[in-house]
Structures are given as structure tokens and as C-alpha cells.
């Protein structure tokens, strides 16, 4: 579905990203992980138009992409929820829903998918008519994720979804990640858990400082005695001898 080749991503003389290649099948959950500065949220701003590529290229089912608008990508069928849980905050949980379906026409199709987005997350559901600053940080992740449904993805792209929220909230949002993954919906995700979103991945990218440096299944990333090491601690079997 995805498959990125030699991308290179510049902020003025400063190389984020540094020539690195990478891809996504269909119906496939696949994460990056990495350090704080590794490249991981620029890669997908990146993929979604909101930088511009300096070198290599993107493509998106057999279209090269790199380059394109973020509104015709969205077109395209990649939508992405950014880090930081990005929304209207002066419009309600409905009109921050109705925004990620402003590509669409079809009406009745968009009401049925924001019946099932609502059915999904009940928290929202309860607060359909409340303004988005009302919410809390877990409820802003849910709309957040929610909005980016409502354009029909083929492909989402997920930026730190858990950072920031108290555990319970984390496993709440991981499961919604897996119900995604189980109703269709391809996913590439980058997430600060690394071992959490190894456990669910099909595969797995490590990234450090602009480079991919290792990737493999997210079963055999979560044995691997450097991974572990750098990114995931002491393993659970370990944790629960001691």
C-alpha cells in the first residue's frame, strides 16, 4: 500500500530525515519507534503533505505522492492523527466530526459512519453536543481519531496516540487501535510505548537520528537484545522472575 524510497525531509539546513526507506502492506499494523528527535513525526508529516520531501519519493497504491497538498493526500485515502490531539476546540465533538468528512458528499453514508465512529466511542458519544475544549485528554485522543475516520482512510497514520494519558486511558486507546486494525484499516504508527506497540505490530521500524537502524517483526524487535536494551527495559519475563 505504502512504500517510501530514499526519502530525505529538510527544516532549512537542519536534515530530519535522512534517506530512509520503508512500507506498508495492506491490512497491516506497522510501527516506528525511536528516541525524542529520532525523525519519527516528521516521517509522517512527511507522508501526509504537511512537509515537503527534498529528495525520494512516496508512493501511495502504485502513485507517487511526494510532493502532492495535504488535501489531495487526504483524497487520496491517507488521513492522520496528529501528536498532540489536534482539535476544533471552539466547535462541538459533532462539527469536529462533520470537519474530517469535508472531502465528502455523501450524506447519508457520512451519518451512518458517524453513528458507528459515536458507537465506538461511547465517551464521546455522551458528549456529541459539548465543545471540544470541554473534553478530556483522552476524549480529545478519541475525536481526534474519530475525525480522521470520518474520511474513509485506506491508510492512518497515528502520531503518539498514548502520550500523555494515564494508563487506564492507554489501554483504552490501544484497543480502539486494534479494533481499527480488525475492521480493515491499515495503520502506521509511530508511539513513545514502544513495547506496547510492538506487541499488537506486524512489523516494526527503529529509527535514530533521521535513519532506520533495524526493522523486523514486532515479535522478534521485542527479543531483540539491542532493542530491548534501548528502548523497551528489562524484559516482562524478567520483571515478573524478580
Same mark, same amino acid.
Given at each position: 500500500?505504502?512504500?517510501?524510497?530514499?526519502?530525505?525531509?529538510? +527544516?532549512?539546513?537542519?536534515?530530519?530525515?535522512?534517506?530512509?526507506?520503508?512500507?506498508?502492506?495492506?491490512?497491516?499494523?506497522?510501527?516506528?519507534? #525511536?528516541?525524542?528527535? @529520532?525523525?519519527?513525526?516528521?516521517?509522517?508529516?512527511?507522508?501526509?503533505?504537511?512537509?515537503? %520531501?527534498?529528495?525520494?519519493?512516496?508512493?501511495?497504491?502504485?502513485?507517487?505522492?511526494?510532493?502532492?497538498? %495535504?488535501?489531495?493526500?487526504?483524497?487520496?485515502?491517507?488521513?492522520?492523527?496528529?501528536?498532540?490531539?489536534?482539535?476544533?476546540?471552539? $466547535?462541538?465533538?459533532?462539527?469536529?466530526?462533520?470537519?474530517? @468528512?469535508?472531502?465528502? /458528499?455523501? /450524506?447519508?453514508?457520512?451519518?451512518?459512519?458517524?453513528?458507528?465512529? $459515536?458507537?465506538?466511542?461511547?465517551?464521546?458519544?455522551? &458528549?456529541? #453536543?459539548? +465543545?471540544?475544549?470541554?473534553?478530556?485528554?483522552?476524549? &480529545?485522543?478519541?475525536?481526534?481519531?474519530?475525525?480522521? =475516520?470520518?474520511? &474513509?482512510?485506506?491508510?492512518?497514520?497515528?502520531?503518539?496516540?498514548?502520550?500523555?494519558?494515564?494508563? *487506564? *486511558?492507554?489501554?483504552?486507546? !490501544?484497543? *480502539?487501535?486494534?479494533?481499527?486494525?480488525?475492521?480493515?484499516?491499515? *495503520?502506521?504508527?509511530?508511539?513513545?510505548? @514502544?513495547?506496547? @506497540? $510492538?506487541? !499488537?505490530?506486524?512489523?516494526?521500524?527503529?529509527?535514530?537520528?533521521?535513519?532506520?537502524?533495524?526493522?523486523?517483526?514486532?515479535?522478534?524487535?521485542?527479543?531483540?537484545?539491542?532493542?530491548?536494551?534501548?528502548? =523497551?527495559?528489562?524484559? /516482562?519475563?524478567?520483571?515478573?522472575?524478580?
Amino acid at each position: 500500500m505504502l512504500k517510501i524510497k530514499d526519502l530525505v525531509t529538510r +527544516y532549512g539546513n537542519i536534515t530530519a530525515v535522512k534517506g530512509i526507506s520503508l512500507e506498508v502492506k495492506q491490512g497491516e499494523i506497522v510501527s516506528i519507534i #525511536g528516541a525524542n528527535g @529520532a525523525g519519527k513525526s516528521t516521517t509522517l508529516k512527511t507522508i501526509s503533505g504537511l512537509l515537503k %520531501p527534498s529528495e525520494g519519493y512516496i508512493e501511495f497504491q502504485n502513485q507517487n505522492i511526494a510532493g502532492w497538498s %495535504p488535501d489531495r493526500i487526504l483524497r487520496a485515502g491517507i488521513a492522520q492523527v496528529p501528536e498532540g490531539r489536534w482539535i476544533l476546540g471552539e $466547535l462541538t465533538v459533532r462539527e469536529n466530526l462533520l470537519m474530517g @468528512a469535508y472531502t465528502r /458528499r455523501d /450524506r447519508e453514508s457520512i451519518k451512518k459512519d458517524m453513528e458507528q465512529i $459515536l458507537e465506538s466511542f461511547p465517551p464521546i458519544a455522551d &458528549r456529541i #453536543g459539548q +465543545y471540544g475544549n470541554t473534553l478530556s485528554g483522552g476524549e &480529545r485522543q478519541m475525536l481526534a481519531i474519530g475525525r480522521a =475516520l470520518m474520511s &474513509r482512510p485506506s491508510l492512518l497514520l497515528l502520531d503518539e496516540p498514548s502520550l500523555g494519558l494515564a494508563p *487506564i *486511558i492507554v489501554e483504552e486507546i !490501544f484497543r *480502539i487501535i486494534r479494533e481499527l486494525h480488525e475492521q480493515g484499516t491499515t *495503520i502506521l504508527l509511530v508511539e513513545q510505548n @514502544a513495547r506496547q @506497540a $510492538l506487541e !499488537f505490530s506486524h512489523r516494526g521500524y527503529v529509527m535514530e537520528v533521521g535513519k532506520v537502524l533495524l526493522s523486523d517483526s514486532g515479535q522478534n524487535l521485542l527479543d531483540n537484545d539491542m532493542v530491548v536494551n534501548a528502548y =523497551l527495559g528489562v524484559r /516482562r519475563s524478567e520483571t515478573s522472575q524478580n
